[in-house]
Antibody, heavy 120, light 107 residues
């Protein structure tokens, strides 16, 4: 059974950066595709980007290009999402998630979510 | 970017009702569409992928249909545990995009 366990809640100042981790267990990490999706309070879901650990290749939504970096450490089966130049609008729950094997792009496993609060 | 219009945004229904949620794309996506259910404070859960394929473990009262630009999620007989918010998502192209969500509430 695949499990994705994320790091804990963060409170950050505007202009700073945050790095959220996502440790995977079950399955073969290198063969996953890991996506990051965020959800602002009371709002919908927003896809930020993804990484294929075995290739080390990441794709990002244009909206976050230049501010987000997604990486993966195959040795520890951990993916990371770093978001810089934080502003209040970045306050959200950030989820890591794994793409479905039969339907890459659909997401079949999700982390528990990490609340990032940006406040002065 | 593929834009998605999901409707309605709010649906009031009773246990036992048949409900349908619509998702319309700004361009064709073949069948590269997924549906998710999300309950408050929880991560979304995959219900359907490839527009109509039921994810393992999902009750058969959930079904999906459509291709191209118009898609539908149907719950044939609403149960108490189905009151939640539902999202469609396209995975035809990058960036992946989600619909705005449909909250199914108790009438």
């Amino acid at each position: 059974q695949v499990q994705l366990v994320q790091s804990g809640a963060e409170v950050k100042k505007p202009g700073s950066s945050v790095k959220v981790s996502c440790k995977a267990s079950g399955g073969t990490f290198s063969s996953y595709t890991i996506s990051w999706v965020r959800q602002a309070p009371g709002q919908g879901l927003e896809w930020m980007g993804r990484i294929i650990p075995i290739l080390g290749i990441a794709n990002y939504a244009q909206k976050f290009q230049g501010r987000v970096t997604i990486t993966a450490d195959k040795s520890t089966s951990t993916a990371y999402m770093e978001l810089s130049s934080l502003r209040s609008e970045d306050t959200a729950v950030y989820y890591c998630a794994r793409d479905s094997s039969p339907a890459p792009g659909a997401i079949d496993y999700w982390g528990q979510g990490t609340l990032v609060t940006v406040s002065s | 970017v593929i834009w998605m219009t999901q409707s309605p945004s709010l649906l009031s229904a009773s246990t036992g009702d048949r409900v349908t949620i619509s998702c319309r794309m700004s361009q064709g996506i073949s069948s590269y569409l997924a549906w998710y259910q999300q309950k408050p404070g929880k991560a979304p859960e995959l219900l359907i992928y490839a527009a109509s394929t039921l994810q393992s473990g999902v009750p058969s009262r959930f079904s999906g249909s459509g291709s191209g630009t118009d898609f539908t999620l149907t719950i044939s007989c609403l149960q108490s545990e189905d009151f939640a918010t539902y999202y469609c998502q396209q995975y035809y192209s990058f960036p992946r995009t989600f619909g705005q969500g449909t909250k199914v509430e108790i009438k």
